[in-house]
Structures are given as structure tokens and as C-alpha cells.
């Protein structure tokens, strides 16, 4: 079995995953509520609370998963990209373990991880399929060629569509993280009832700081009417996102003559997002916010990193623990 360690934002995570795709465990620990008060995530806040939850959330993995350390066989755990603490700890965690116990060790990119998200049973899917990759943090269409190879056609410009849902959820004073409260909210309201364009920047970018700002404007326009007026208000900005992500979408699909079109990553799960693109294929919603069994679903398909306590007899063998105590790997942008 692979485990996989998640820390990349306010989600300690591990899971246990087989090579052959079946979730075993998933183990998510969010650390949300100890942000709400801050009305985002506070790095250093984020990296203690890693600190504190990574060994337990692992050990809930195996629990889970009814198995001992002796069934695992490789660490995968998320490089990046994230906030540099937070993944620190995962990272440190896992190269612990492995070089402890002489396992592999896996480095994994998020957002190849969003999308391994696909690859697990009970429905895994083959490439080649065009990816709309919308989290809080990224934005992009991907051209998937094969289960470790993509090609980025577009992205956003400047805010990310989950980061854009955040905003507007603040704006509308739902808290933090506020995509999915925004996105139960639009049920009472009437998505016509105002007017968010968005703007349409050039090839297959998005841009999403404008309908933010809109919506600043319209909120300050209601002024004490906001109570009655919020989920017009939380439907007709979700509209508007939404129409500008189904719109790239299904233009970047007619470029490249995708037969299959995905969806992935936090706002995947948003219900308008899933019903106005009926023709693809939604990651299952418990697997498109941040998870570690997506990140070990991606390790089956990379190569371990070599380093010198790998299937040596682990701790006091006399080998060097340069190479695995070394942070030369850890990188806020790489992707594969
Ligand atoms: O993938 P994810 O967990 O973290 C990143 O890699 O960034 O995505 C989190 C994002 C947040 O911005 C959250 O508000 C958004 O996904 N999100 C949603 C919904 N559920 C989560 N946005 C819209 N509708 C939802 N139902
Ligand atoms: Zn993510």
C-alpha cells in the first residue's frame, strides 16, 4: 500500500491507497474553523496545527485502513505547490517515515495530485480527457495526455474561481471558507436578479478579480437590504463564475477536440458547476477538496526518489541521511 501525506494548505491529510487504486483510508483533518476568525488561512498558524496533526491523522489512517506500517510499502507526500511551512511538515513527516522504515519516498505535485483524483476505484478513468483544475489556490485547463503527463492550455489571470467564491462568501458574510456556504446559499436566490459579467480575457485564460470587485459594489448598493438581498446577490455571482468556467471550458474542448471533459479540485464540488457541465465527468466529492488519497493515487504513477535509506535497514544502518533530511526537493512550482 502507498501512503500519502497532505499539508499543503489548512488540511492535514493521510490516506492509504493501493497500487491497484482502491481507497483503503482518507483521513482529512481541516483546520477551517481555527482560521474562520482570521477569515483566511494564516501560514504559521497552519504549519503549528500541521505539526500537532500530522503523526495522529496518520495513525488514523492505518487505523482506518485496519493495517501496521509493516503493509506500506511507500510514502507519497505533496511537494508543492503550497505555503512553504505547511508542507515542510508533511514533507518532514514523510521523509521520517520513510527513511525510518526503509520505504520508498514519492514526491508528489499537488495539482497532478487534484488530478490522480480520477484514478481510484470504484470509477477510475483513463486519459486522455481535458481537465478543469478549480481550486482555491489555481485555475487551469489541462490537456491530460496520459496519467502522468499534461499540458497547461490556460489559467487564471489573477484570483482563482475557489479564491473568487472565498471573497464573495466574505463579502456576503458567510465566513471562511465560503464556496460551499455560497454555494447552498444560491438555492433561496434568484440567479437573474443582478448582473455580474466576467470578464473575457484573451485565449483561454480566466480572470476573476472584476466580478469580485462587482460584487463589492453591488453589496455596498443594497446597504441595508444586504439580509434580503444576500442570496440573490450569493446566486447571481455563482452564476457568473460558473458560466465563465463552462464557457473556456467547452471552448478549450473544441480546440483540442477532447472526446471527454473533467472536472477537479474544491470547486468541483459546487452543485451548479456539476449540473451545468452534464457532459463531463466530476471527480466524486469527498476526493475534489484537498485529500491525501489523490496525492498517493498520483504517486502510482512516478518514480520514488533515490536516497540512501531506501531497503537499507533503515535508522542506525550507518547510512548517510543527507539525501532524505535535505530539503533540495521541496519546490513551489514544479509539476510534471
Ligand atoms: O482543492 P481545494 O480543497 O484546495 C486548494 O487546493 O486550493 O479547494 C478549496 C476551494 C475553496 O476556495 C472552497 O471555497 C472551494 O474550493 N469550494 C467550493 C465548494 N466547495 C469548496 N466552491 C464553490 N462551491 C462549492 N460547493
Ligand atoms: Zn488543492
Known sequence: MILGIETSCDETAAALVTREGEIRSNVVSSQAELHARFGGVVPEVASRRHLELVLPVVRGALADADASFDEVESVAVTQGPGLIGALLVGLSAAKAIAWGLGLELVPVDHLAGHVASLYLDPDPLEPPFLCLLASGGHT????????????ELGGT?????????????????????????????????????????????????????????ALLYAVRDVGDELEERRADLAASYQRAIVAALVERTRQAAEQTGAKRIVIVGGVAANSELRAALPEAVAAPLDLCTDNAAMIASAARYRKPVPYPGYRRRGVGSGSSAKGVLGSSWVSGSSSS
Open 157 to 213: 489571470i489573477d484570483d482563482a474561481a475557489g479564491e473568487a467564491f472565498d471573497k464573495g462568501a466574505r463579502l456576503l458574510g458567510l465566513g471562511y471558507p465560503g464556496g460551499a456556504a455560497l454555494d447552498r446559499l444560491t438555492r433561496d436566490g434568484d440567479p437573474e436578479a443582478f448582473s455580474f459579467p466576467v470578464a473575457r480575457v484573451p485565449g483561454l485564460d480566466f480572470s476573476f478579480s472584476g466580478v469580485k470587485t
Open 140 to 151: 487551469l485547463l489541462l490537456d491530460v495526455q496520459a496519467h502522468d503527463r499534461y499540458e
